[in-house]
């Protein structure tokens, strides 16, 4: 035991040895006010280290919190429960965001609770859903007791952890009406041919996005207007089960049934069109065309968006809206005098989209575009 600084002290035991013969040294730095206060929690930290289930190597001691995360969820969430792509991707990404630029080169073995609770806290400062810190919680809760078991660290800080309260609040969103959808899905014919039966198939039945382009043809009983749904395509393209790793089936009206017909029967005349055909597993959905492989979730987001676009509808950042609003002001802005003798046809707004443009510091297209919608 010795004093780093007046109220600081390092205690160091010696239990056992590694598994190359050296003696097993543990350290943990604590606050006492005394010699007396740190001389009891000496006795404290070797009843403690004794008790409870020691790193065998002095890897195993060091290891940083970025590299105990990649191995948690390779080979104990992937491997050992199996978990599923997307659910790893999501943690990973969670963790790179929120927790490693702080925690991640930091040791294992030196996370301590106030600092799990300084990181929740930014992300609930942050405004982010109270989803999203679960989901936190689901990852570190977890991991934690994983790495105690392992060796990687002889405390858990998540053991008396309780989740902030969330100061988000998400924005209502309003479903269209029925002659709103009929406008969608008919310019979809349209604009974006290639998605509108994903889309129609969508409405009548709320299936999610990864579910839509994993249907197999297998699946679709055509005499029986049913739709089985047992799998679903990542972001990746993988091939996985559902959402909650059951099968149901859903009953469609004869109309919608027919339109898949036909989009399955241009499906094989494409294929046929190149001497190709198709897959004895073939996708109901796809871009190959032998429809062996289904279609990418991402192309079906990326096309909602164009036709989005098309009907002025799409996603915008506010900062975005507001200079759509002040183009459209600039251009309902009472046009300049006209000097006297000046030739040509008499302006149609208050500035052209050439001035628009250039007073927000956008292109004269940009500026046409904005005005339009």
Same mark, same amino acid.
């Given at each position: 035991?010795?004093?780093?600084?007046?109220?600081?002290? %390092?205690?160091?035991?010696?239990?056992?040895?590694?598994?190359? #013969?050296?003696?097993?040294?543990?350290?943990?730095?604590?606050?006492?006010?005394?010699?007396?206060?740190?001389?009891?929690?000496?006795?404290?930290?070797?009843?403690?280290?004794?008790?409870?289930?020691?790193?065998?190597?002095?890897?195993?001691?060091?290891?940083?919190?970025?590299?105990?995360?990649?191995?948690?969820?390779?080979?104990?969430?992937?491997?050992?429960?199996?978990?599923?792509?997307?659910?790893?991707?999501?943690?990973?990404?969670?963790?790179?965001?929120?927790?490693?630029?702080?925690?991640? $080169?930091?040791?294992?073995?030196?996370?301590?609770?106030?600092?799990?609770?300084?990181?929740?806290?930014?992300?609930?400062?942050? #405004?982010?859903?109270?989803?999203?810190?679960?989901?936190?919680?689901?990852?570190?809760?977890?991991?934690?007791?994983?790495?105690?078991?392992?060796?990687?660290?002889?405390?858990?800080?998540?053991?008396?952890?309780?989740?902030?309260?969330?100061?988000?609040?998400?924005?209502?969103?309003?479903?269209?009406? *029925?002659?709103?959808?009929?406008?969608?899905?008919?310019?979809? *014919?349209?604009?974006?041919?290639?998605?509108?039966?994903?889309?129609?198939?969508?409405?009548?039945?709320?299936?999610?996005?990864? %579910?839509?382009?994993?249907?197999?043809?297998?699946?679709?009983?055509?005499?029986?207007?049913?739709?089985?749904?047992?799998?679903?395509?990542?972001?990746?393209?993988?091939?996985?089960?559902?959402?909650?790793?059951?099968?149901?089936?859903?009953?469609?009206?004869?109309?919608?049934?027919?339109?898949?017909?036909?989009?399955?029967?241009?499906?094989?005349?494409?294929?046929?069109?190149?001497?190709?055909?198709?897959?004895?597993?073939?996708?109901?959905?796809?871009?190959?065309?032998?429809?062996?492989?289904?279609?990418?979730?991402?192309?079906?987001?990326?096309?909602?968006?164009?036709?989005? #676009?098309?009907?002025?509808?799409?996603?915008?950042?506010?900062?975005?809206? $507001?200079?759509?609003?002040?183009?459209?002001?600039?251009?309902?802005?009472?046009?300049?005098?006209?000097?006297?003798?000046?030739?040509?046809?008499?302006?149609?707004?208050?500035?052209?989209?050439?001035?628009?443009?250039?007073?927000?510091?956008?292109?004269?297209?940009?500026?046409?575009?904005?005005?339009?919608?």
């Amino acid at each position: 035991m010795r004093i780093v600084r007046p109220g600081k002290w %390092e205690l160091r035991v010696t239990i056992g040895r590694w598994d190359n #013969g050296r003696p097993r040294s543990l350290t943990r730095t604590i606050s006492a006010k005394s010699e007396s206060a740190a001389t009891a929690l000496l006795a404290d930290f070797v009843d403690e280290m004794t008790g409870s289930h020691l790193p065998e190597t002095q890897d195993l001691r060091d290891v940083t919190v970025d590299e105990a995360v990649d191995r948690f969820l390779d080979e104990y969430l992937g491997v050992e429960k199996g978990r599923a792509e997307k659910t790893i991707n999501d943690y990973s990404l969670l963790h790179q965001r929120w927790f490693s630029p702080t925690i991640g $080169a930091q040791q294992v073995k030196r996370i301590e609770g106030a600092t799990m609770d300084r990181l929740f806290g930014a992300m609930r400062q942050a #405004g982010l859903s109270a989803s999203r810190l679960n989901q936190a919680k689901s990852l570190y809760a977890p991991f934690f007791r994983w790495a105690k078991r392992r060796g990687m660290t002889t405390r858990n800080p998540m053991a008396e952890f309780q989740l902030p309260t969330s100061t988000y609040r998400s924005e209502e969103r309003t479903p269209p009406e *029925v002659e709103e959808l009929s406008v969608l899905l008919s310019t979809a *014919v349209e604009v974006t041919p290639d998605i509108a039966p994903l889309l129609v198939l969508g409405a009548v039945t709320g299936i999610r996005r990864g %579910e839509l382009v994993g249907i197999p043809v297998s699946a679709v009983a055509w005499r029986k207007n049913q739709i089985t749904i047992a799998s679903a395509v990542t972001s990746s393209g993988k091939v996985k089960t559902t959402k909650n790793r059951r099968s149901r089936t859903f009953h469609v009206d004869a109309e919608t049934t027919a339109m898949l017909k036909r989009h399955y029967n241009q499906m094989k005349e494409r294929a046929a069109a190149t001497s190709a055909e198709l897959a004895a597993d073939a996708f109901l959905f796809s871009l190959a065309q032998d429809c062996s492989t289904p279609m990418p979730p991402d192309h079906l987001t990326k096309r909602v968006a164009v036709l989005k #676009g098309y009907l002025g509808i799409e996603d915008k950042h506010p900062d975005v809206v $507001a200079l759509e609003d002040e183009a459209l002001r600039l251009r309902r802005s009472t046009p300049p005098t006209r000097r006297p003798g000046k030739p040509g046809p008499l302006p149609t707004g208050g500035m052209s989209y050439r001035e628009i443009g250039a007073a927000l510091g956008r292109s004269e297209r940009w500026a046409a575009l904005a005005v339009a919608t």
